[in-house]
């Protein structure tokens, strides 16, 4: 297996040839990323992707996708995924992402998604997927029977950015391992069809002043759409009624908040909710410590939720005004997935071409 840790590019001055065409039309790339439709759309996945997703439009070409494939490897109720599909494209829509410039689809649209997947679960090894922690994580002690698509699950994910050959994927530091496989994926194919620089070996942007967003009721544990307690987490369509309980409910410690950037790392539930409080604001966490240093939590939390209500109220009720009208959310995803289509069909080709198989 590639080592992922070190840089993909032996030489790391040669020109990428992914990138010159970005280059000539003042872009840095083509980025891919998705979010899966699977409910309680959360603080984290907004502070770690989606507000990110808004943040690159102008300096790449973008391609963001519900992957609601991804979203049935644990069973999903099927009017349930159906809306749930519409409140992400919406969670997109209203965090800022332009759509007619941009592409927003969802993934089971683009039939080229789970065919190229097909290709990577016979390029991905056995023993890379079985390193995968969030599959061990997911699976946890009933390994036997989750389904295979669980397993198979990083295969289809490097399929979604490699099938538009997508050179950076903005990511919260939880999929980082993911996208570690899509390079050793991407180099493997390369290697194997003798067909260098094919694929480019994909960038992850991890940015923002948490790219690991803890849960409310416990620092230790990362904010998590399928928490039990929806106390854990903040989600995007709460009102500020419910998210005032939550930061007031939100677990501290017994002492002053921490005098130092130090003192906050060393003690999770305070130095999660200073994060928090710093990427709401776009300030330094450092500058947030100085700000509130041996005040009383209450206080802070006052500010946090002042904070918090302001900046995901908006979002919440623009997403709510989304979700109440679907059509407008589906002509989207259609519009998105004929251009997502357009894209994906000649790599598709070269694909099949470079494998071997005979076109129809
Ligand atoms: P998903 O749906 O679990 O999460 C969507 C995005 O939110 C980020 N995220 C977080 N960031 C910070 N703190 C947290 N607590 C937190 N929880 C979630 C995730 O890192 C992610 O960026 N496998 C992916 C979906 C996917 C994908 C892709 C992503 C499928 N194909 C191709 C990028 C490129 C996932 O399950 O994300």
């Known amino acids: 297996m590639p080592d992922a840790t070190t840089s993909p590019n032996p030489d790391a001055s040669a020109p990428n040839p992914h ?6 039309r003042g872009l840095k790339g083509r980025i891919f990323s998705g979010v899966q439709p699977t409910g309680n759309l959360h603080l984290g996945n907004y502070l770690g992707a989606i507000r990110n997703f808004a943040r690159l439009q102008n300096d790449y070409d973008c391609i963001y996708c519900v992957v609601d494939q991804h979203a049935i490897t644990l069973w999903q109720d099927p009017k349930e995924l159906s809306a749930q ?3 992400i494209a919406s969670a997109f829509l209203a965090a800022g992402v332009d759509g007619s410039k941009h592409i927003i689809f969802n993934q089971s649209m683009v039939p080229g998604h789970a065919q190229l997947a097909w290709v990577f679960n016979c390029v991905a090894r056995m023993g890379w997927m079985s390193r995968m922690t969030q599959f061990k994580e997911k699976a946890g002690k009933d390994r036997e029977n989750v389904s295979l698509g669980l397993f ?5 994910m490097a399929a979604d950015i490699l099938l538009y050959k997508a050179t950076h994927v903005p990511v919260g530091e939880d999929q980082k391992q993911h996208l570690e496989l899509t390079r050793d994926i991407a180099i493997k194919f390369n290697n194997d069809f003798a067909v260098p620089d094919f694929f480019p070996v994909t960038e992850p942007l991890i940015f923002g ?6 849960s409310l009721r416990d620092g230790t544990k990362k904010m998590s759409k399928s928490d039990p307690s929806d106390y854990s987490r903040i989600n995007l369509t709460d009102d500020a009624d419910a ?3 939550k930061i007031r ?5 017994p002492l002053p908040m921490p005098e130092t950037l130090e003192d906050a790392e060393k003690r999770p539930d305070a130095d999660n909710l200073l994060g928090i409080y710093a990427a709401l604001a776009d300030q330094e966490k450092e500058a947030v410590v100085a700000a509130f240093a041996g005040k009383q939590f209450s206080e802070f939390k006052a500010a946090l939720t002042e904070l918090a209500v302001a900046k995901l109220g908006p979002i ?8 109440k009208d679907p059509g407008h959310v589906d002509g989207i995803l259609r519009n998105g997935a004929e251009r997502a289509r357009a894209l994906a069909a000649p790599i598709l080709d070269e694909v099949y071409r470079t494998v071997g198989f005979l076109k129809p």
């Not at 002043?209 to 803890?214: D, L, N, Y």
């Not at 409910?249 to 410690?253: G, P």
């Not at 919440?316 to 979700?323: F, P, S």
């Open 19 to 24: 990138l010159a065409a970005y280059a000539a």
């Open 85 to 87: 599909t519409r409140e």
């Open 152 to 156: 198979a699950y990083p295969a289809l």
């Open 209 to 214: 002043a948490t790219t690991r967003v803890m």
């Open 243 to 245: 998210i005032a309980q």
């Open 249 to 253: 409910r939100a677990k501290t410690d």
């Open 316 to 323: 919440g009720a623009e997403m709510q005004r989304l979700m």
